[in-house]
């Protein structure tokens, strides 16, 4: 199997790092051998953005030029979107039909940001002296986007889309345990005609990620990931006074009050915490559920959660494929006898399934734990994998004083037919995202970040266009 080369200034190279191989989680085998970057790779792909941030077949085009390369790079991610699918399965396991929708749903993120760019507007602002003030934006410059292995075909549409909208450069440094996707898009990106040095591609592992972040070419930073790895990237961003927009880990709870909607609620819990594997940043990986209605909810909730069937992720029936690497599949199972040790009860799931299909694949089926409290590690420690916590509540004062017990603020869902309940508690949640009587439920229009540990800043909306960009007072005299 060849080497697969990234992509600097609309050239493609080999590299001068380690080269490294994606394996396919659903059985073990190597998907492609990919070329690792080295500093000095990672420092001619700064250059080449820096060059192109001043090129006027860049820096000159209009706000509808811009929107036009945007728009061409929707119709081929839409052109290609059974292939893009294929790629990311083999790459982290997700079923194909997850992979599918989100290869559409990239297509709409680049046709938005084409939109957005297109009516994008300055402002005149009220004149308070002798002179009309107004605000224009200036794209911030080269942007280093960072990316995880979880959900890379939408992930990276979301940093590409908007970032290109605002008129910046990019080098994106997508993961280790996904590289594909990325080169990809970089393909693409020459197709759809992006001058050269707009979008460029560096792979490798956490020091290539390193090497960008630290490297003084590099205006801002934009990074999707761990909360650990996000307190390093702000830490040497603060020593350089350089921008970040960080969208962090998550320990979200999804609530479950008795007047809840009792046929529709097991599943929709079931859904948020068990699509794609658990393996999301928003799952509702600790449910609460109000006392009163514990146990005929669980029955339902069990049901629901033996209903996500493990296979291999391109097998019509599969609801849940491998978990994205062998290495996290262990991480998963650790997190789950942790929770044994401190007293879980183990309701469904939490073993490594047997059998032929799954011998050589990193499968771990749906679980879901009971009987212990919120305090406990497996509460309070980002899983990222298919693991529900239930816990009862009381009432809503106890509810709330649980669900804001947690470093993280990422999202939140919430079940009830009271309409002031449910006023009352999405507020005082503490939360980026809170999702009522539904969950998940994402759209590209609409801004999204978190609180606490869960991050610094908001991507997609059209706000997303201005979190790359620096806001310019304008004074014209006219006294």
Partial sequence: MGLHPFMIGNQWRDGQGTPFVSVNPSNGTEVARIAGAGPADVDDAVKAARAALSDPAWAGLKHHERAGLLYRMADLVAASAEHLARVQMEDNGKTFTECLSQAKSAAATFRYYGAACETFESELTTQRGPSVTMTVYEPVGVVAAITPWNSPLTLEAQKLAPILAAGNTVVLKPSEVTPCIALEYARLAIEAGFPAGVVNVVT????????????????????????????????????????????????????????????????????????????????????????????????????????????????????????????????????????????????????????????????????????????????????????????????????????????????????????????????????????????????????????????????????????????????????
Avoid at 451 to 474: A, D, F, I, N, W
Wanted: aromatic fraction near 8%.
């Fill in 204 to 479: 490798g592992a956490a020091d290539v990620g390193r090497a960008l972040v630290e490297h003084a070419g590099v205006d801002m930073v934009s990074f999707t990931g761990g909360t650990a790895a996000g307190r390093a990237i702000a830490a040497v961003a603060g020593q350089r006074l350089k921008p970040v927009v960080l969208e962090l880990g998550g320990k979200s709870p999804h609530i479950v009050f008795a007047d809840a909607d009792l046929k529709k609620a097991p599943k929709s819990v079931a859904d948020g915490i068990f699509s794609g594997g658990g393996q999301s940043c928003i799952a509702g990986s600790r449910v609460f559920v109000e006392a009163s209605i514990f146990e005929p909810f669980m029955e339902a909730f069990q049901a629901a959660a033996r209903d996500y069937t493990l296979g291999a992720p391109d097998v019509p029936g599969t609801r849940m494929g491998p978990m994205v690497s062998f290495n996290h599949r262990d991480h998963v199972a650790r997190a789950v006898e942790l929770a044994r040790e401190e007293g879980g009860q183990i309701l469904v799931g939490g073993d490594l399934p047997a059998g032929e299909a799954f011998k050589n694949g990193a499968y771990y089926p749906a679980t879901v734990i009971s009987g212990v409290t919120n305090q406990s590690r497996v509460c309070q420690q980002e899983i990222f994998g298919p693991v529900a916590v239930v816990l009862p509540f009381e009432n809503e004062s106890d509810l709330i004083k649980q669900a804001n017990d947690t470093e993280f603020g990422l999202a939140a869902g919430l079940w009830t037919s009271d309409f002031a309940k449910a006023w009352r508690v999405a507020r005082a949640i503490q939360a980026g995202t809170v999702w009522i009587n539904t969950y998940k439920e994402t759209s590209i229009s609409t801004p999204f970040g978190g609180l606490k540990q869960s991050g610094l800043g908001r991507e997609k909306g059209l706000k997303g266009v201005r979190t790359y960009m620096e806001p310019k007072g304008l004074y014209w005299h006219v006294g």
